[in-house]
């Protein structure tokens, strides 16, 4: 036995020997959540999730094995847990139902990391104020890129009607089919009312453009705060901090949701790639088959299809260029 060591015995036995934890053996089953409750989130704070089962508010948090996947507002979840909406009872999220759209960004254009924003909405309402503050026909290129690449529809929402002539503004997007209404403080909202009647509609704007205003006129107890434009940058304040999903009401009934968003400064197309931009114009698109490999459609590509189809005069050139003006919105500065 080398210097130093000592022989194991009885003694070190009773010292080492103690009792084991007993675990459970790992499987892979899943449990199957029979008793799951179907639920929709309308908010997300900070690790928390409001979210409405069978028309009750319950708050939740996202079950450990779902791990970091996003749970967004919008999104359709099986909960279960304490659905009781009591003061301080708390759910668990442990199933996210597979989303038939998804608004993303980035927060740069060569950011690789996207940012969803809300899920299962049909419908991206770009508000724009005609004056106070002056429109931003860049950011609003941006949005529609991000509704096509969506597969939502869009619409295009013009406030502050009183100060500036819509016209101004809807003869850049008549060549592209976008529909639009016109609007203005203490107005009649029917017109929108009509558009977002069993849809589910995302509202992004500026701030100060009139958003919140909107969303109070509709849903008379959202009770959204309303920020005011800086006279000397003519930019408004950001009021609303986080998305929340709201009830439509009509006549007694929920006809439709909306989604307030947060004012946006930026909206990042990173993501976005020339081929599912096309793919929202099918006539165009059409014109694009004998295009060479590799071509992206724009003004500067030789032996494009939609120059030919131009030339041919089987295409709108204005709408043509209108497609061209959002694709180069891609790489552009949003101002």
Not at 59 to 81: F, Q, S
Request: aromatic share 4%; hydrophobic share 35%.
């Amino acid at each position: 036995m080398p210097p130093g060591q000592r022989r194991y015995g009885e003694h070190d036995q009773e010292h080492y020997d103690r009792p084991r934890r007993h675990t459970r053996p790992r499987t892979k089953e899943r449990p199957s959540y029979d008793d799951a409750h179907d639920g929709l989130v309308l908010t997300v704070d900070r690790g928390r999730y409001g979210v409405v089962v069978e028309g009750v508010a319950v708050t939740a948090m996202k079950a450990r094995p779902l791990g970091r996947k996003a749970v967004v507002v919008g999104d359709r979840v099986r909960v279960v847990g304490d659905v009781s909406g009591d003061v301080g009872s708390l759910a668990r999220i442990v199933e996210v139902s597979d989303r038939s759209t998804v608004l993303r960004r980035s927060a740069d254009d060569d950011d690789a990391v996207e940012r969803v924003i809300v899920a299962n909405a049909d419908q991206l309402v770009i508000v724009s104020a005609l004056a106070d503050p002056e429109p931003r026909p860049r950011l609003i290129d941006r949005a529609l890129v991000a509704a096509y690449d969506a597969g939502m529809k869009p619409l295009l929402c013009l406030t502050k009607s009183d100060l500036a002539d819509p016209e101004t503004l809807l003869v850049t997007y008549r060549p592209l089919g976008v529909p639009w209404v016109v609007t203005h403080k203490g107005g009649d909202l029917s017109d929108l009312l009509a558009r977002l009647q069993d849809r589910t509609s995302v509202l992004i704007g500026h701030s100060g453009v009139g958003k919140s205003t909107l969303v109070n006129a509709l849903v008379p107890d959202a009770d959204r705060e309303i920020g005011h434009v800086n006279a000397v940058t003519g930019r408004g304040r950001h009021t609303s901090t986080s998305a929340i999903m709201l009830p439509l009401p009509h006549r007694g009934e929920v006809t439709g949701w909306i989604i307030d968003t947060p004012g946006i400064r930026s909206f990042g197309l990173a993501h976005v790639q020339p081929e599912h931009l096309i793919e929202a114009f099918p006539d165009l698109d059409e014109m694009t088959e004998d295009c060479p490999r590799g071509c992206t459609h724009g003004a500067d590509e030789p032996e494009c299809g939609l120059d030919e189809a131009v030339e041919r005069g089987e295409a709108d050139l204005a709408r043509v260029e209108s497609f061209r003006r959002l694709l180069a919105a891609r790489s552009e500065p949003a101002y």
